[in-house]
């Protein structure tokens, strides 16, 4: 059995990717190394190199990738969320509310892909996978979260993923603007744009929890058998899988966010 990552690890060359291995679970457990991986759609080519991915599950629609080619031997998924984005850019500089309002929309519309998602992790031999979108932000968090979250996987350490977004932007600014979406941004509005506050994440799963029992049960009503979330666990949570070679060993492992983010 292989040791899970003990801290997030980044895609090097890759925009705002990284492996999810070392989320913990209410119990300790943590996500296995090598096996779901998130980010910007640019880096499903790095990533095919890198670690061997068999599956892309692609949440952008057909403008958001022109003639972008697909890499050999990974199968993907086209799972288009098209969401109405003006609560957001209606701001220069969105608030947090602006984004909760936000990802609310975009839980309706993604539970379905979440709970595809779900099933998908069940299965071994598809693995690794990437979950992506333009920016691998907003719909990707979202999807991941909700995914995760119905396997047991704690909402801070969700939330905590989701603020790296913010710090790996910041870190590395030139690799934003190699992306198409953010050639033109100055540098405020590319803040503004790449902002990910942590607790708007874990409000939506809360609130989500408070509505429906469970986000696991929220996904069962979008297509999740509770069979499937628990052979997905397994998978997922407790390392029975042994890992791709070269998995696990790609990544720089950072810490997901500062001390100071107190979420529980």
């Not at 991986?37 to 692609?58: I, K, S, T």
Request: aromatic share 4%.
């Amino acid at each position: 059995m292989h040791r899970p990552s003990t801290g997030t690890r980044v895609v090097p060359g890759a925009p705002n990717t990284r492996d999810l291995a070392g989320l913990r679970d209410g119990t300790g457990l943590r996500v296995g190394s090598g096996l779901l991986y998130r980010g910007a759609g640019v880096a499903v080519g790095p990533l095919a190199e890198r670690v061997g991915l068999r599956l892309v599950v692609d949440l952008r629609d057909r403008r958001e990738t022109p003639g972008e080619p697909s890499p050999r031997d990974v199968t993907v998924l086209s799972r288009p969320l098209v969401t109405d984005r003006s609560v957001i850019k209606s701001s220069a500089a969105p608030q947090p509310s602006h984004y909760l309002a936000y990802y609310r929309q975009l839980a309706r519309l993604a539970a379905p892909t979440a709970a595809e998602l779900v099933g998908l992790l069940a299965e071994p031999t598809g693995l690794p996978l990437l979950v992506c979108c333009s920016a691998g932000k907003d719909r990707t968090s979202v999807v991941c979260a909700l995914a995760l979250r119905s396997l047991g996987v704690r909402r801070a350490e969700l939330a905590r993923d989701h603020a790296l977004t913010a710090r790996l932007f910041r870190r590395d600014p030139a690799t934003a603007r190699s992306m198409a979406w953010a050639r033109d941004l100055g540098v405020r509005e590319l803040a503004a744009r790449t902002a990910a506050p942590g607790f708007v994440l874990w409000t939506l799963l809360r609130d989500l929890e408070r509505e429906h029992g469970s986000v696991l049960r929220f996904l069962m009503g979008h297509g999740l058998s509770p069979d499937t979330a628990r052979r997905a666990r397994r998978v997922v949570l407790t390392g029975h899988r042994a890992p791709t070679t070269g998995t696990g060993r790609t990544g720089v492992a950072v810490r997901p966010t500062s001390s100071s983010e107190e979420l529980t």
